[in-house]
């Protein structure tokens, strides 16, 4: 599940909310910087108060989506009784929110309160208490009132009439009309058959082959009650219909108040998501300059990669660092994090610009107009995974005039080293030369030379120390030390490096923990030395 | 000796809901969710009504015929869709309308004001249907019948309901012995168990929540070459283990499902399983020990008797069955001999007595079967 997929408001409106957000671009600082301190404010306000959070959660939870009925009232059609309802929930849920709201000491953003809807509730749901349910009631029309008074009347009348012809039926045939006012005689009990057809309470329904089916016959006096019935319940649903063209008339003046308070509840429910990620998160405001500045990043952290690595009881490590270059080289070795460094990058950076408190420590940037990431990408169909990079590549490039994040995962691994080096260092160089003054460059790669060569900073995965590397004879021979040793032993941290740093031996070094058996590595090894005849020292670009 | 009422039944068994199922149509299901609704109410308690799919209409969506129409009593709550309950709905007190909405609009959870005749139009998914009947019960319904058919047979399943009514009658069949034969074979394959190893049960409903066709394997002992083995080894020490397969279905696969079966002692079906795969099943050249475990009975869409060990995650607990001596098409027979050859036919093929109940007539049968040696 993605980050943006974990954002799940409570209610239909707040995920309408959601649908509608857009990140803030350069030149919205001051607006971003006002969404942040709200979320800021709410999530210490959580930490605070957790139970006023939960009430209004528990209410958001229940919500309804009433835009389908204020959209009836703007048409100035009539509304059915379930979208009265819906509205009347809305008006009993927007009082619940205002009362938790009011009896609060949070300062809530003043588009998140919903405007009162006292008298809708009055006027729905008269004299109602507990949780709400509409139904046509009496006290709505004197008229409908009195017709089902007299409608139930009559149809008392008619029961009445109805159980004296059962009960002559029952002395005279010995068994009463059940279910459905039938009853069936057996063909060969003629006499009861026949005693039954000359009886006015009944009438012939049907005959099956072993018996004849009789049914009670309204009398006179019953078919007379059951025309007034009939006319009465037609009398009923017509003024039932006109309560409710003249509630809908009602509403129709609370149409604009009805969409502010549900826009309000949704605007709530999705800033109380923010916060409650945030929370989460334990995280803090980020600090955004209006000039094209550094990009500093303090104790981050992927929320998805941290889960996975605490879930296995790993001990997740933070990432900090502080880009102040156009382009900067990030290398470590398989295994290391340079991937998820990247997306760490990416991630914070972008959940800030959409209005989120980023999961880390500290962030200071400026706004981006873009972010570009591009991890190893599989090979779209009929494309090899170089090509694909290529045309990933291309589409970059038709943004270059606007300010992007670029981050860029070992581009060219797909292909001839030296010739997919090459291309690395021509991109970075023309991205730093076409796009250097309001873009950042990140790109991870196993070049070592790569950062030299253009001259940039160089940032390296710490990786396993020498000694970790250290292992039994006997762990070798058993197929090395497991995965979950690597991820143990394997400092994630990035760190600065120079120039003049060697090269760590950090893929021989995988391999040996991994278990590849000695005589390669040992072979290996002495390539890498230039013992051997192998011309396989390609880390510096050519 | 006066025998329980269905109503007795439901509330000896202590079911907080209750699937009436039908083996065809037009045998006396509405009658009977409608005998046992106001049986209920009328011993006080608050009832719940809700229909897997659509029921209760006017007419018989077959044959044209008109049809007894649910209803519900007086302080009643009712699960049905908006389209059918007409604009003011005048006689609901409404509670809760749903987010989602289908063909016939969203769903609407009201309670009755006066006994009025509707239409209950509920979800088709089990999982729907169950969160309707919480929601029921969270509105205070005490028992909530759910209205169901061997062609929506949700309702029946454990997951949704705690028991279930099976409704039978002269509609299923013209011939009273075949009436009688097809509901045994259903309450036969309703009455299928979980498999006797807790640990094969326990590790089955883990394959069934992971929604992936899955093989138990034997893990080998020393000593021990069968998969049933009282074997050897110690009590805590697992003996098999779940191998899953890529499949969420075997409907349309069954080979491909099959043929990835290797030396797995069960093979255990998260959704439907069908007469073919059972057939494939069967038809493979297993070792002498190879059962199916399906999620529960109603899974099962099968004719005949399964052809090799059936067991289910979850059982079925069938309270009763109500016959409806009268057919659609204008055959019928005497209550007293349905009822009776009904249940003599159960206890043949199940040996189990289950109550055969006609709730029009008032005829039941509780076991006592009649020209049979019982013990």
Redesign the interface.
């Known amino acids: 599940m993605t980050i943006w997929e974990r954002v799940s408001p409570k209610s ?1 409106l707040g995920r309408r909310v959601k649908s509608r957000v857009e990140p803030k671009l350069p030149g919205q600082e001051e607006e971003l910087r006002a969404e942040l301190r709200e979320v800021s404010s709410l999530s210490e306000a959580w930490k605070t108060y957790p139970d006023v959070f939960s009430k209004l959660d528990n209410v958001l939870v229940t919500l ?2 009433p835009f389908h009925a204020i959209i009836l009232l703007k048409e100035e059609r009539a509304l ?3 979208e009265i ?2 509205l009347a ?1 809305l008006a009993f849920s927007v009082g619940r929110v205002r009362s938790v709201m009011a009896e609060s000491k949070v300062k809530w953003p003043p588009r998140t309160v919903p405007p009162s809807l006292d008298p809708v509730e009055q006027r729905l749901l008269p004299g109602f208490a507990g ?6 009631a009496d006290s709505y029309s004197p008229e409908l009132s009195r017709v089902r008074t007299e409608r ?1 009347a009559k149809e008392k009348l008619w029961r009445d009439e109805m159980t004296k012809e059962a009960g002559e039926v029952e002395r005279l045939l010995g068994r009463r009309p ?3 006012e039938e009853i ?1 005689i ?1 063909k060969t009990n003629i006499q009861a058959v026949e005693q039954a057809r000359l009886m006015p309470e009944l009438g012939e329904v ?1 005959e ?4 004849v ?1 009789f049914r009670l016959k309204a009398t006179r006096e019953a078919l007379r009650l059951e025309r007034e019935i009939s006319r009465l319940r037609q009398k ?2 017509h003024l ?2 006109e ?2 063209a003249f509630l809908s008339a009602d509403l129709r003046a609370w149409k604009d108040q009805l969409e502010k308070a549900a826009w309000a509840l949704g605007e709530l429910d999705y800033l109380l998501r923010k916060a409650e990620l945030a929370v989460r998160w334990d995280a803090r405001e980020p600090v955004i300059n209006n000039e094209t500045g550094p990009l500093v990043l303090e104790g981050a952290f992927h929320p998805g990669v941290r889960e996975e690595v605490e879930g296995r009881g790993g001990k997740y490590q933070p990432l900090s660092l502080t880009i102040d270059s156009p382009v900067s080289v990030v290398t470590g070795p398989n295994m290391g994090g340079k991937t998820a460094s990247l997306a760490t990058v990416g991630l914070c950076v972008s959940l800030a610009q959409w209005g989120f408190l980023p999961p880390c420590s500290g962030l200071e940037f400026s706004l981006y107009d873009y972010v570009y990431f591009q991890p190893e990408t599989p090979g779209k169909p009929g494309l090899s995974s170089f090509a694909s990079e290529v045309v990933a590549l291309k589409e970059l490039l038709t943004r270059i005039e606007d300010r992007g994040l670029i981050l860029l995962d070992e581009v060219g691994r797909g292909t001839n080293p030296s010739q997919g080096l090459a291309l690395y260092a021509a991109v970075l160089d023309y991205l730093r030369k076409r796009a250097g003054d309001r873009s950042t460059v990140l790109a991870s790669t196993h070049y070592h030379g790569l950062a030299s060569h253009l001259d940039v900073p160089h940032w390296q995965v710490a990786g396993l120390s020498p000694g970790d590397g250290d292992l039994e004879e006997s762990d070798a021979a058993n197929g090395g030390k497991d995965i979950d040793w690597l991820y143990r032993h394997m400092d994630y941290r990035l760190v600065k490096v120079g120039p003049d740093t060697p090269v760590p031996q950090d893929a021989l070094m995988v391999a040996k923990v991994l278990g590849l058996h000695g005589e390669i590595i040992r072979r290996a090894e002495e390539f890498v030395a230039g013992a051997g005849r192998c011309e396989f020292r390609r880390d510096e670009p050519c | 000796m006066k025998y329980p009422d269905l109503s007795d039944l439901v509330l000896g068994s202590g079911a907080g809901s209750v699937a009436i199922v039908g083996t065809a149509k037009n045998v006396g299901k509405t ?1 009977t969710m ?2 046992l609704s106001a049986a209920l109410a009328g011993r006080g308690l608050v009832v719940g009504l809700v229909s897997s799919g659509r029921d209760g209409e006017v007419t018989d969506a077959f044959t044209g015929e008109p049809k ?1 129409s649910i209803v519900p009593p007086e302080g009643a709550w009712i699960a049905t869709a ?1 389209g059918v ?6 006689f ?4 809760d ?1 749903s ?1 989602k909405a289908g063909v016939l ?2 769903l ?1 959870i ?2 009755m ?2 006994s009025e005749p509707v239409e209950l139009v509920g979800p088709q998914s089990a999982k729907e249907l169950a969160r309707v009947v919480e929601r029921l019960h969270d509105f205070g319904a005490q028992v909530v019948l759910v209205d169901g058919a061997l062609d929506r047979v949700a309702a029946a399943s454990p997951g949704v309901t705690d028991a279930v009514v099976l409704s039978t009658g002269a509609s299923a069949h013209s011939d009273l012995a075949l009436v009688a034969k097809s509901t045994a074979f259903v309450v036969e394959l309703w009455s299928l168990k979980t498999p006797g190893d807790p640990d094969v049960l326990a590790l089955a409903r883990r394959a069934i929540e992971s929604g992936r066709v899955s093989f138990l394997d034997e893990i080998p002992l020393a000593g021990s070459s069968r998969h049933d083995g009282s074997s050897l080894a110690p009590d805590n020490t697992p003996r098999y283990r779940v191998r899953q397969t890529a499949f969420d279905t075997v409907l349309g696969c069954e080979e491909k499902v099959l043929s990835q079966a290797g030396e797995a002692a069960y093979v255990v079906v998260p959704g439907a399983v069908s007469e073919k795969f059972l057939a494939e099943a069967e038809g493979m050249e297993f070792r002498d020990s190879f059962a199916v475990v399906a999620k529960d009975p109603t899974a099962l869409f099968v004719r005949s008797e399964p052809p090799l060990p059936v067991y289910v995650a979850h059982e079925i607990r069938l309270l009763a069955i109500t016959v409806n001596p ?1 057919s659609a098409g ?5 209550p007293r001999e349905m009822v009776d050859a009904v249940s003599l036919e159960v206890y043949r093929s199940t040996g189990k007595r289950i109550p055969v109940l006609d ?3 008032g005829e039941s049968n509780f076991g006592e079967v009649y020209g049979v040696a019982v013990g």
Do not use: M, W
């Open positions: 239909s309804k989506d059915t009784a379930p309802f819906v929930h949780q709400p349910v509409f139904y046509i139930k059940g279910i459905r069936a057996r049907r099956t082959l072993t018996h089916h009923e649903t039932e219909g309560v409710l | 009658v409608n005998y007894p908006e309950l007409g604009e003011s709905a005048g609901l007190e409404i509670a309308v987010e609009g969203r609407v009201g309670r004001r006066e009268v204008g055959y019928s027979c005497e709730v029009v007539s």
